[in-house]
């Protein structure tokens, strides 16, 4: 089994077993049909894989990474690596705050947002049109990094494994969370950023590492996550999957 396929068997396995365990313990009881969400945001999913992965992340990956060079080539393989994950998890904070402060991405960021509640599924929820411009961004920072292909799956593991867990509805003890939060970011903080409310929605834009919101002044945690109304503005209401392509054309809401 080649390195591409053990990372999609792993992002798959992360999938099915946040998704099972957290069927059966849920962090609240979601306001909206589970099976219902799951249609869309796996419709969502197979229209970005069929489509924008096949068309526009495959050819351009490649060719980002036979450009990738610079001098941090020279370092060890481990500590280039290192900071090359650093450098892209860093990166996408910066186009993850882009999509919710510059209105043209925040019209096909909503998309994701407007998700009810928020599971493991959620994390599948994009838009396509946002996806093929965040891997024109990713395809930036693969050459400024100078990342390897096999770091590059290092980094696309981590970072979907991360995405994946903090977007679950997994119910962790109070303490794990709290801990994980000196270094990670755990479901607790990014359900904030899935708020309503939109000063707690600008906010909590990292995917690996919490040092990025703090760093910056965008960390926000709150003490009562199980209240939290998910969704967007005039958008709570279920959305069919077709409805949700588009989504983006229709008049801005907030």
Known sequence: MDA???RSALLVLGLVIL???ESFRPYRTPPQPRLSRWVENLFLTSVNVTLVATLVGNPLMRESLSMASGPMRSLPPFLHGLLAILILDLGHY???MATHRVP???KLHRVHHCDLDMDVSTYLRFHPF????GLLVKAGLVIISGITFMQLLVFEVIFNLSSQFHHSSLALPEAVEKAL???IIPPCMHRVHHSVIIRERNSNYGTILSVWDRLFGTFRIR???PSIRMGVG???KVHGPLELLKLPFRPPVL
């Open 4 to 6: 591409v396929m053990v």
């Open 19 to 21: 998704g099972a365990v």
């Open 94 to 96: 910066f186009w993850h």
């Open 104 to 106: 043209v991405l925040w």
């Open 130 to 133: 946002e996806l093929a411009l």
């Open 181 to 183: 939060l000196t270094v």
């Open 223 to 225: 003490p009562d996550v």
């Open 234 to 236: 005039a958008l709570m």
